[in-house]
């Protein structure tokens, strides 16, 4: 075990790195941060902040002998940097996953590979590629990059050949996944956290909706049937197994209209959609994330009632802001939480509000209510 005292190294300043480093904190440890943005989220609360690029290997050299763990806030980080850093110290999750994560198409594969249902798909590596992939998969359908796509970014709706040839050049003309448009009765996600030793304990699972492919709400636990829940937290522990993960990993799927449970995705980190563990279970992803690193015992996932996020984007900041806290902090049962970004841009996470109630239905009733007054769309 990796005793409070230590340094934790975190590639990636961000929102999540800046949780990761309060509940690292708190639980007694120091953190240094890499980020090559000098004024990031993560920074402002961090012990040390090596303001450098991800492959800098000065600054990865420091981790190494500064650090006696290292983790990611979020999986483009370069796989070669944590090969590095691993064969110096640990690094949790490891390279491998993170590889798998930040390119559709391994993940993808990796998931059929292992009997794990997805939509259907096809890779598209150039465009003489893209006729034979929209006969496999069908139409409609979406056009997403492999790498570096997010929150809506990185992918186009295609209906036909011709839309599929479009959407192929205006996002570059690069590797891509042509995916099934699926019919939707929800959108679901578990988050579980899994030590070097295979314990894993799955936090709720958790229902979301998003707007303009950003997450909008999660509500947790999730208003579905006893049969899903226990499915898609089988299937999120088989995932981490296949892995072979340490960490906090997050998986999203897709309820079809139908009834089936498909895997959209997998994120090796703590997600958007756990957010609400940080005011409403016993143990937040964020502390799971520091436990998993540091090999101690994995904390309590139970939850106290129901709990419904509300992400807030820059777009309130180019609003009625003024009032907006003060509506917030009225409400009975809302925590709010500002990630310390200095510039609000549209559709930029800027923080989230989590509404607690006595079941997922009253704190639902808060967050909708709340994002009236707020004037969210």
């Given at each position: 075990?990796?005793?409070?005292?230590?340094?934790?190294?975190?590639?990636?300043?961000?929102?999540?790195?800046?949780?990761?480093?309060?509940?690292?904190?708190?639980?007694?440890?120091?953190?240094?941060?890499?980020?090559?943005?000098?004024?990031?989220?993560?920074?402002?609360?961090?012990?040390?902040?090596?303001?450098?690029?991800?492959?800098?290997?000065?600054?990865?050299?420091?981790?190494?002998?500064?650090?006696?763990?290292?983790?990611?806030?979020?999986?483009?980080?370069?796989?070669?940097?944590?090969?590095?850093?691993?064969?110096?110290?640990?690094?949790?999750?490891?390279?491998?996953?993170?590889?798998?994560?930040?390119?559709?198409?391994?993940?993808?594969?990796?998931?059929?590979?292992?009997?794990?249902?997805?939509?259907?798909?096809?890779?598209?590596?150039?465009?003489?590629?893209?006729?034979?992939?929209?006969?496999?998969?069908?139409?409609?359908?979406?056009?997403?990059?492999?790498?570096?796509?997010?929150?809506?970014?990185?992918?186009?709706?295609?209906?036909?050949?011709?839309?599929?040839?479009?959407?192929?050049?205006?996002?570059?003309?690069?590797?891509?996944?042509?995916?099934?448009r699926v019919a939707l009765q929800r959108e679901i996600s578990v988050v579980l956290g899994r030590g070097a030793d295979g314990e894993v304990r799955c936090y709720p699972v958790t229902e979301n909706w998003h707007r303009d492919g950003i997450l909008d709400i999660s509500l947790a636990p999730a208003r579905v049937a006893e049969e899903t829940r226990t499915h898609a937290m089988s299937m999120?522990?088989?995932?981490?197994?296949?892995?072979?993960?340490?960490?906090?990993?997050?998986?999203?799927?897709?309820?079809?209209?139908?009834?089936?449970?498909?895997?959209?995705?997998?994120?090796?980190?703590?997600?958007?959609?756990?957010?609400?563990?940080?005011?409403?279970?016993?143990?937040?992803?964020?502390?799971?994330?520091?436990?998993?690193?540091?090999?101690?015992?994995?904390?309590?996932?139970?939850?106290?009632?129901?709990?419904?996020?509300?992400?807030?984007?820059?777009?309130?900041?180019?609003?009625?802001?003024?009032?907006?806290?003060?509506?917030?902090?009225?409400?009975?049962?809302?925590?709010?939480?500002?990630?310390?970004?200095?510039?609000?841009?549209?559709?930029?996470?800027?923080?989230?509000?989590?509404?607690?109630?006595?079941?997922?239905?009253?704190?639902?009733?808060?967050?909708?209510?709340?994002?009236?007054?707020?004037?969210?769309?």
């Amino acid at each position: 075990m990796i005793l409070p005292g230590a340094t934790l190294g975190l590639l990636g300043g961000g929102q999540l790195g800046r949780m990761f480093v309060f509940a690292a904190r708190s639980m007694g440890y120091r953190v240094i941060v890499l980020d090559p943005e000098a004024d990031c989220p993560a920074a402002q609360v961090a012990d040390r902040h090596l303001a450098a690029a991800y492959d800098d290997e000065h600054a990865m050299e420091l981790l190494a002998r500064e650090c006696a763990a290292v983790t990611t806030e979020f999986e483009n980080v370069p796989a070669a940097s944590l090969e590095y850093l691993a064969a110096r110290v640990p690094v949790r999750p490891g390279a491998n996953a993170v590889a798998i994560a930040q390119d559709r198409a391994l993940e993808k594969t990796f998931l059929r590979e292992h009997g794990l249902a997805t939509a259907r798909f096809a890779i598209v590596d150039d465009a003489e590629a893209i006729a034979s992939a929209l006969r496999e998969v069908g139409a409609p359908a979406l056009l997403k990059t492999t790498r570096l796509g997010y929150d809506g970014k990185g992918q186009a709706r295609v209906d036909d050949l011709d839309s599929a040839q479009r959407a192929f050049a205006a996002l570059g003309g690069v590797r891509c996944v042509l995916e099934e448009r699926v019919a939707l009765q929800r959108e679901i996600s578990v988050v579980l956290g899994r030590g070097a030793d295979g314990e894993v304990r799955c936090y709720p699972v958790t229902e979301n909706w998003h707007r303009d492919g950003i997450l909008d709400i999660s509500l947790a636990p999730a208003r579905v049937a006893e049969e899903t829940r226990t499915h898609a937290m089988s299937m999120a522990t088989a995932i981490a197994a296949k892995l072979d993960y340490c960490g906090v990993l997050a998986v999203e799927f897709f309820v079809s209209s139908d009834g089936r449970l498909l895997v959209n995705e997998f994120a090796p980190r703590p997600h958007n959609s756990g957010h609400w563990t940080l005011d409403a279970a016993i143990t937040s992803q964020f502390e799971q994330q520091v436990r998993a690193l540091c090999g101690l015992p994995l904390g309590d996932t139970r939850v106290f009632g129901g709990a419904a996020m509300l992400n807030l984007l820059g777009d309130l900041w180019h609003g009625a802001q003024a009032s907006a806290w003060e509506n917030i902090l009225r409400q009975p049962g809302a925590k709010l939480h500002l990630y310390g970004k200095q510039e609000a841009r549209v559709g930029r996470k800027m923080g989230h509000v989590t509404c607690l109630g006595e079941t997922p239905e009253l704190a639902l009733e808060s967050a909708l209510r709340l994002k009236g007054e707020l004037g969210i769309s």
